[in-house]
């Protein structure tokens, strides 16, 4: 993913993004919560408060819009991201609030388009249950190409974000959004009341309050958050807005972790394919979208971010206090040690652990390194496992050393860590290759869980 590895600590005031203004629910919102004080004559600054005061006003013309929705939503119990849903199936008014002359955002890119017809039928056949059978659902996702159309639906059953009783997602989901925004309403407002008191002087603050300086690290990520190829869609107010609340709730929630650079790489993911799943594939018309679907878009890629990272934290020993990633690159070396010892030991003579080139690996789970379009690929087989996100992310790692072990044994320290940076990321952008990764990784873990 196109976005700074590095970084200083926040020398600039988080100020909300320009562009449209922010499609954001009142219950989201304190009545100031998002008109900060600045210096008046600012122009850059008046710009912003006049988006943010047309947002607010925008939220209070459509809430009749927004009751509406809600309505269908419990009368039909039926989730918004149900794969037999698209949007033209909706009456307009359900889901956009804007005319096809209002849009004006450059269209991005979409995601690889899978359909296999063979596939399409089993994925349908499979979900199109009163209690879905997830270990044929699982079986499927290993086995045949998942449909673009279905693979947000599948995702959050693989990952036990949505229950398999199709009768309880509609009240799941409703009481999930309740919840996010009762935590946003309580972390994440007050933090952002305290940056708009402080105004300017929020940066020289950082030190005196742990939230302020939570939040000028978040915001100064996000500002740098360009998922390679769709950049433009990620560049407007809403969904930076989105990134930074559901990006500070977690950081708070998990303190001994804590935030850490990469984070903003994965619910940006979960947001993307969520997005494209309500919008039909149709991207250029997020916009359109109205506030409760953003906000339960936003809940669900917060409770699917914190389901995966529980699940990339399963290396840790209970009581630690590891990033995820350190715990894997750590893991990944005594599989190392076991699967080709000589390569450990050449790039261990040269000065190389693995911590210099693995760790950025795990910690945005590849994200800073491909395209989204290949990384939803990828993420379908990662997710899809029996043996969890971490395992296989960690066993197609290991495949991609092993493939290349007789080069890298060759190499010098300079050429060893250009390779790493330039050969991961030209495989894991082409679907051949992520799929030969793969089907090794399973092979390995076959054997590894053989020999155990």
Not at 55 to 65: D, H, L, V, Y
Not at 164 to 188: C, G, I, M, N, S
Not at 274 to 283: A, E, K, N, S, Y
Not at 313 to 335: I, T, W
Request: hydrophobic share 40%; charged share 20%.
């Amino acid at each position: 993913m196109a976005s700074t590895d590095e970084g200083a600590p926040a020398t600039r005031t988080p100020v909300p993004d320009g562009g449209p203004a922010c499609s954001i629910p009142d219950s989201m919102l304190t009545s100031s919560a998002c008109t900060p004080q600045f210096h008046a004559g600012d122009d850059t600054v008046n710009r912003v408060v006049s988006h943010i005061k047309a947002a607010q006003e925008f939220c209070e013309s459509t809430a009749g819009e927004l009751q509406l929705q809600l309505q269908h939503q419990l009368q039909h119990q039926h989730h918004h991201l149900s794969p037999p849903l698209p949007l033209s199936s909706l009456p307009r008014q359900m889901v956009m609030v804007k005319s096809d002359q209002e849009l004006e955002q450059k269209k991005d890119g979409n995601l690889l388009y899978v359909d296999n017809s063979k596939s399409r039928a089993l994925f349908a056949a499979a979900l199109d249950q009163d209690i879905i059978d997830l270990e044929t659902l699982r079986s499927l996702a290993q086995t045949r190409e998942l449909p673009t159309r279905y693979r947000a639906l599948v995702w959050q059953l693989l990952m036990h974000y949505l229950p398999p009783q199709r009768d309880k997602w509609a009240t799941h989901h409703l009481e999930k959004r309740l919840e996010y925004q009762r935590l946003v309403e309580e972390l994440w407002v007050p933090a952002h009341q305290r940056v708009k008191a402080l105004g300017p002087r929020a940066t020289n603050c950082v030190g005196d309050h742990p939230d302020i300086a939570l939040y000028c690290q978040i915001d100064t990520d996000v500002a740098r958050t360009y998922p390679i190829g769709f950049e433009n869609l990620f560049s407007g107010c809403t969904l930076r807005c989105m990134l930074r609340r559901t990006l500070f709730v977690w950081s708070r929630l998990h303190a001994a972790t804590g935030y850490f650079q990469g984070l903003n790489e994965i619910p940006t993911m979960f947001m993307l394919v969520f997005l494209h799943h309500v919008t039909d594939g149709h991207l250029e018309r997020v916009p359109e979208l109205l506030p409760t679907t953003l906000v339960t878009i936003e809940a669900e890629a917060y409770y699917c971010m914190t389901l995966l990272l529980d699940q990339l934290q399963r290396f840790n020993k209970e009581g630690a206090s590891l990033m995820h990633a350190e715990a894997m690159v750590c893991h990944l070396e005594s599989l190392l040690a076991v699967l080709d010892e000589p390569l450990l030991e050449h790039l261990c003579g040269l000065g190389v652990g693995l911590m210099h080139f693995a760790f950025r690996w795990f910690a945005c789970i590849m994200l800073r390194d491909m395209d989204m379009r290949y990384a939803a690929l990828l993420w379908d087989h990662l997710i899809a496992h029996e043996e969890g996100f971490s395992v296989v992310l960690m066993f197609v790692c290991a495949a991609f050393l092993l493939e290349h072990s007789q080069k890298l044994r060759a190499m010098s320290l300079e050429q060893v860590m250009d390779f790493m940076h330039r050969k991961m990321p030209e495989d894991l952008n082409n679907p051949k290759q992520i799929k030969k990764l793969v089907a090794e990784a399973r092979k390995l873990l076959a054997a590894s869980v053989m020999e155990k």
